[in-house]
């Protein structure tokens, strides 16, 4: 089955499509992934303007579609995929209205995605991951983004459970805020880990440790605006990239110590990793080592870096997931801003 999926929950604008195969062992052949940034336009506020970005999703996506078309010479389509939330709420509804015009046009179903959950199931476009699918769950998922982190258990597909999330600032809105503190521009995770990667000999003086917000707390949440007050009042006097491997190696610190509490408190057998900071290169070569040194037989799943930040292909692929939620009346389909996994 071909499906056109479409996503503009934030500030990127992105269509894809993809074939999707299988029921048990579902397989994956990207046909195009096409994605639009924003960034140059956000740059100037540090940060997203949501009227500005809905703007320019309806700019773009009549021109990001057309290109996605070209690429796959245009193969019939059998269904579209949409993410319907969570995200900024005038942006949503941009694509969802899109993908409503197309299935009149094109007499589609729509099926609408859960934006989380596409950040979890993109970890599934490989066939050996899914081959082994039983031995997959429990699964404890980190979803770090610039509007969430979460850990979540996941039972099965479909079926999930919010353990613990951030009680103010997300870790990708940290690296953002902070990085504006700092002079370094937006988005503010690929700055800050490209300034912190220079350093090769990392010893901080002590003036600079940053704390680890929660980090010894007996539950799954997290707290990062500490981080960026700490910096705000710190940073002066101190060198950049030293204050920047800090940031970067303080919220590793807490993101590896939560997920690891998780997954031994549930005996989970694996962890999956997918938003925009889990493109961090640090943190995913900690991931790993953490991993390897401190529980048994635990499988990790981290995407591809380019589908950890946002895309359609994920969309596409929650979507051959939750096909049981396509539907043809696809008129009552709504954006949701603040939809629950
Ligand atoms: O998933 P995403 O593209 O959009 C949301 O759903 O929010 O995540 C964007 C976030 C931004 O805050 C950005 O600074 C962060 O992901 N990010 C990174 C890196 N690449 C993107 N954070 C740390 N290291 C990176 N390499
Ligand atoms: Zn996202």
Redesign the pocket.
């Known amino acids: 089955m071909i499906i056109l999926a479409i996503e503009t929950?934030?500030d990127?604008t992105c269509v894809a499509v993809i074939k999707a195969s299988g029921k048990k062992k579902p397989r994956f052949k990207i046909l195009s992934n096409i994605i639009s940034s924003q960034v140059e336009i956000h740059k100037k506020y540090g940060g997203v303007y949501p009227i500005l970005a809905k703007r320019e999703h309806q700019k773009n996506l009549p021109v990001v579609l057309e290109k996605a078309l070209k690429k796959t010479k245009k193969p019939k389509i059998d269904l579209i995929a949409v993410t319907v939330g969570p995200?900024l709420e005038p942006c949503l509804w941009v694509g969802v209205n899109f993908a409503k015009n197309l299935a009149q046009d094109w007499n589609l179903p729509i099926v609408p995605v859960n934006?989380i959950e596409a950040?979890i199931l993109v970890n599934f476009q490989f066939s050996p991951a899914v081959s082994g699918i039983q031995k997959i769950f429990p699964a404890v998922c980190l979803v770090?983004?610039?509007?969430?982190t979460q850990l979540i258990l996941m039972k099965d597909f479909g079926k999930y459970k919010i353990l613990g999330e951030t009680r103010d600032d997300?870790?990708?809105?940290c690296?953002?805020k902070i990085?504006r503190i700092l002079g370094l521009g937006?988005?503010?995770?690929?700055a800050?880990?490209a300034a912190a990667a220079k350093i090769t000999n990392y010893k901080l003086q002590i003036t600079n440790k940053l704390p680890r917000p929660m980090i010894n707390q007996k539950n799954y949440d997290f707290s990062f605006s500490g981080l960026k007050t700490a910096v705000l009042y710190g940073y002066k006097n101190q060198p950049i990239k030293e204050m920047c491997k800090e940031v970067?190696q303080a919220i590793i610190d807490v993101l590896i110590k939560k997920t690891i509490k998780a997954t031994k408190d549930f005996g989970a057998k694996t962890i999956i990793l997918g938003?925009?900071?889990a493109?961090?290169?640090e943190?995913r070569k900690q991931f790993i080592e953490n991993c390897k040194l401190k529980i048994e037989n635990c499988r990790f799943l981290v995407p591809p870096?380019n589908l950890?930040?946002?895309n359609a292909v994920m969309t596409a692929i929650a979507g051959y997931f939750n096909l049981n939620k396509k539907t043809k009346n696809w008129r009552k389909i709504k954006a949701n801003a603040n939809i629950k996994l």
């Open positions: 929950s934030c990127d995200g934006h950040h770090v983004s610039g509007g969430h997300a870790a990708g809105e690296f953002d990085a937006y988005p503010g995770g690929p800050i880990a970067q938003g925009g900071v493109a961090n290169n943190l870096k950890c930040t946002d």
